[in-house]
Every structure is written in C-alpha cells, then in structure tokens.
C-alpha cells in the first residue's frame, strides 16, 4: 500500500488560488497513476483526476475541467493539483490516492490519507 500525504491546503479567498501537493515518502510517484479526489462537507467524495503513470496523461471529471490542472514534479516526488478561480463550493477535504493505472480510477476503494483542507471564504 503507497501511503501518501496531501498538503498546501488552507483558507483562501473567493476568485483565489492553492496548488496541493501529493508526496510520498517510500515510493516513486512516477511509477504509479495518481487520482485526486475531494469530499466537501455533507456530500459524497467525488473524483477530479487521474494522471497515468506511463504516458503522463491527465483525465479529468467533465465538472473538473477548466480551473485544475494536474502536473508532476520529478525532482521532487509529488504530484500537483493546482486550483484556479475558487469558489466557496470548492471548500472540501482534497485527496490523493494512488493505483497502478487510471483505469476505472473514479470507482477506487481503497485506503484514504487524512487529505487536506481547502477552506474557501471571504
């Protein structure tokens, strides 16, 4: 099982931006698809990407698409999600879990981090 931990999370104003990060401390990130997910208060975990770990290539959830963007960092080991233009709905625990492939990446039942927390106020 990769552990992961998820940081850069933390109060930001509306119209604002955050990049979170996904690390690692045992395991190459390189080597494996890494998904990010976000559960806001009250509501069901939802998928916002998965980056594949041989071509690299990022899919997102159609509601995702436009203000995040997924990249990796080689030299340091993590994965990026950076969030553009947020909104007071984007408040929400962010996590980053991985798996061999992106393949059927939104259904995924695994283990969970702690996340982090995006508060999004004025």
């Known amino acids: 099982q990769v552990h992961l931990v998820e940081s850069g999370g933390g109060l930001v104003q509306p119209g604002g931006s955050l990049r979170l990060s996904c690390s690692a401390e045992r395991f190459t990130l390189d080597d494996y698809a890494i998904a990010w997910f976000r559960q806001a208060p009250g509501k069901e975990r939802e998928g916002i990407s998965c980056?594949?770990?041989?071509?690299?290539?990022?899919h997102y959830t159609d509601s995702m698409k436009g203000r995040f963007t997924v990249s990796r960092d080689h030299a340091k080991n993590t994965v990026n999600l950076q969030i553009n233009i947020l909104a007071p709905e984007d408040t929400a625990v962010y996590y980053c879990?991985?798996?061999?492939?992106?393949?059927?990446?939104?259904?995924?039942?695994?283990?969970w981090g702690q996340g982090t927390q995006v508060t999004v106020s004025s």
């Open positions: 980056t594949g770990s041989e071509d690299g290539t990022t």
């Open positions: 879990v991985a798996g061999l492939s992106c393949r059927d990446w939104i259904n995924y039942d695994g283990d």
